[in-house]
């Protein structure tokens, strides 16, 4: 047994098990036999590059899974993971920034797999700056931002509400990724007071609205929003597959006329 099967075929049965499927489940998707499955995850036989990859798609890993999965199994990376600054990634750049500029004057951001922040627009530093009182400085988290006693958890109203949500999302990721860094992400929200016991909390039964509202009030203001999640489709680029642009619409025509008026 070779130690690059050795390491594949452990990783390849996590992610099956952490899929829900039994080997004849996925050899079934991925079109090979339960029996050749079964030496691939104990080691007995090596996985050529197209079976690693069809595997993978298989599982339906993101790409940065897919390049540990080939690098488990002795081969190069797929894709490549590229800074959002490089030359080649100027066109989706450009994309970014209008998709930003046609949101003003309502807040948009653009951040990346784990809530850190890429970009803003200037309707989202006014609404950042007015709440908090200056535009933080330096690398933001915005599941952090948002859950931190010291950031902008008291000053939403349905804090609870919009906690539960965030923290559903950060745990969903966790189990999709299975990067130490995302479940790093998560320890640190749940060291927050109070989500280690909404994180065991029971989905509301009573009818929700369509959408989840973020309330948020300061002094006499009150702002009100829903949001929407876009990705870029059919990334060949780890960074570009694990970008989201988080756009805020008014939910009522007071904090519509309350962003038209510059915040």
């Known amino acids: 047994m070779s130690q690059a099967a050795s390491a594949f075929g452990e990783r390849l049965r996590w992610w099956r098990e952490r899929r829900g499927l039994s080997q004849l489940d996925l050899a079934c998707v991925a079109d090979t036999s339960q029996r050749h499955l079964s030496f691939l995850e104990s080691g007995r036989t090596g996985a050529s590059r197209e079976m690693v990859l069809r595997l993978a798609s298989a599982l339906d890993l993101p790409l940065r899974q ?9 081969f190069a990376p797929a894709w490549r993971e590229s800074d959002l600054a490089a030359p080649e990634l100027a066109k ?90 995302t479940a790093a992400l998560l320890r640190r929200l749940l060291a927050y007071p109070g989500l280690p016991a909404l994180s065991l909390a029971p989905l509301p039964e009573a009818p929700r609205a369509p959408v989840l ?25 780890v960074t570009l597959q694990e970008i989201r642009i988080e ?5 009522d025509d007071a904090t519509a006329r309350t962003m038209r008026n510059g915040g």
Request: a negative charge; proline letters at 5%; charged letters at 15%.
């Open 66 to 74: 897919q390049n540990a999965l080939l690098l488990a199994a002795g």
């Open 213 to 237: 509202t973020l309330h948020f009030r300061k002094g006499e203001t009150s702002l009100r929003f829903f949001t929407t999640i876009a990705t870029l489709g059919t990334a060949h680029d």
């Open 92 to 181: 989706v750049n450009a994309a970014l920034d209008h998709m930003l500029a046609q949101q003003e004057p309502y807040p948009a951001f653009v951040v990346d797999r784990r809530w850190t922040l890429l970009r803003a627009n200037q309707g989202a530093q006014r609404f950042v700056g007015f709440l908090l009182g200056a535009v933080p400085a330096g690398p933001v988290n915005l599941a952090e931002a948002m859950l931190a006693p010291e950031g902008l958890r008291p000053l939403i109203v349905n804090w609870e509400e919009v906690a539960l949500y965030l923290l559903r999302g950060v745990q969903a990721d966790a189990l999709a990724d299975g990067t130490a860094e």
């Open 247 to 251: 756009c805020f619409f008014p939910a």
